[in-house]
């Protein structure tokens, strides 16, 4: 017996009859899972396209399909870890970056074993570890919590984390604490794959030279500034390759701050690190990112333009999208390369209007 028609039965036991329209109605609720809907009532770019692909004017072995792609890349999880010094802003980069009011869980479970912060946003998870320099028994203590988490395997066998951000203090003199993290512990810890799933982030750039170098007005650093900055950037690079063999370049950038009430910086090359770290996500992973993704648009405002980031943000996300709601060679109008941000590619009407509706999700802070 469905479970309508459990409803039936129990109306008519109560000797009150519903019209055709209200079991409809009813059917309707019991059949259907409540939409996955975010804390602030906005769909996941998930159920956007679950809901695009149903629309579509396409066969029904088609849409399946088309779902099943679409729930392989539901089910692919991205774990990113923050490290670095003291104070260096891993966390002010983490809430920068991320809409971290989604969800938190898992703060500090076991102090004893866990120590480092966990922040569960749906198929994105962060690992905050804290700070290293406050004392040597404490840096070993998080060294290896750091190292243990490096080693962990997900469920399919593979390394947990798919990335680790190191954020460096370009205001700091001395370095020497994360340059011992990084060719001791991190990189050793990678293994192979180091110059893939490490990303080294110069933060503060703006009180960088005690900050008598930063134009207010635009929001970035001056000429003299900007070669401060990519002497440093040069500095850390060499010191890692010395090290480790492995050529790295680091990005620099302000992850921004706001007082309360008070004082605020909006970041500057935030577009910039988002584009390094998505890159650095396997295509078939980048949605998780794109979901929870600051809807902040202040924090995308000012960056180096050496390139069109957010366009190609966009793209990196396009990419996945496309591959899910399409099968890669539907016939229709072309509506323009930028739709997605991606160059070249032919989008057909039906899917033409699911890509406009899902552009909505995580395109519109980026125009
Ligand atoms: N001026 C400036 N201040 C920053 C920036 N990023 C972070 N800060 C400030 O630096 C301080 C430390 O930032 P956090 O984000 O707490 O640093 P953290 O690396 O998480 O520190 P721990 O958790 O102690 O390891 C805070 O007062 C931030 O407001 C930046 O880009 N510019
Ligand atoms: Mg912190």
């Known amino acids: 017996m469905s479970k309508v028609e459990k409803v039936e039965t129990v109306v008519q036991d109560d ?4 019209s055709e329209e209200e079991l409809q109605d009813i059917e309707k609720e019991v059949n259907e899972p409540e939409p996955e809907v975010r804390k602030e009532g906005k769909k996941s770019i998930y159920v956007l396209l679950e809901e695009e692909i149903m629309g579509l004017d396409i066969p029904d072995g088609e849409k399946a399909k088309r779902l099943s792609r679409l729930i392989k890349v539901r089910n692919q999880k991205v774990n990113i870890m923050l490290a670095g010094s003291t104070g ?19 703060v500090g479970v076991d102090p004893e074993t866990s120590i480092i912060e966990k922040f569960e946003l749906d198929n994105l998870t962060i690992w905050d570890t804290p700070g290293l320099g406050d004392g040597v028994a ?3 203590r998080i060294s290896r919590s750091i190292l243990e988490k490096l080693n962990e395997l ?4 593979n390394p947990l984390i798919d990335l680790v951000v190191v954020i460096l203090d370009s205001s700091s003199k001395d370095l020497g604490t994360s340059y011992d993290l990084i060719n001791n512990i991190l990189i050793p810890a990678l293994g192979d794959d180091a110059k893939d799933r490490i990303l080294l982030a110069l933060n503060q750039a703006d009180v960088a030279m005690k900050g008598t170098h930063w134009n207010e007005e635009e929001n970035a650093p001056d000429e003299v ?5 990519k002497k440093k950037a040069d500095s850390v690079q060499n010191r890692v390759k010395e090290a480790t063999g492995l050529s790295i370049r680091p990005i620099y950038y302000c992850a921004g701050y706001k007082e309360e009430g ?4 909006k970041p500057y090359n935030l577009t910039k690190l988002m584009y390094y770290i998505i ?8 949605l998780a990112l794109a979901d929870n993704i600051n809807e902040e648009e202040d924090n995308w405002l000012h960056d180096d333009e050496e390139k069109d980031y957010k366009k190609s943000i966009k793209s990196s996300f396009g990419e996945t999208v496309w591959d899910c709601i399409t099968d890669g060679f539907d016939k229709g109008v072309e509506v323009g390369g930028d739709i997605l ?15 406009g509706a899902v552009k909505g999700v995580f395109v519109a802070i980026f125009d």
């Open 15 to 18: 000797e009150e009859l519903l």
């Open 88 to 106: 260096a802003g891993k966390s002010s980069t983490v809430n920068a970056l991320f809409n971290m009011d989604v969800a938190k869980v898992g």
């Open 138 to 140: 404490s840096d070993e």
């Open 154 to 157: 997900d469920e399919d066998g």
């Open 225 to 229: 500034l900007k070669e401060f900055l």
């Open 262 to 265: 008070g004082d605020q910086r």
């Open 279 to 286: 890159k650095a996500v396997p295509k078939d992973k980048r």
């Open 341 to 355: 941000g991606i160059p070249g590619k032919i989008v057909g009407a039906a899917v033409g209007a699911a890509v």
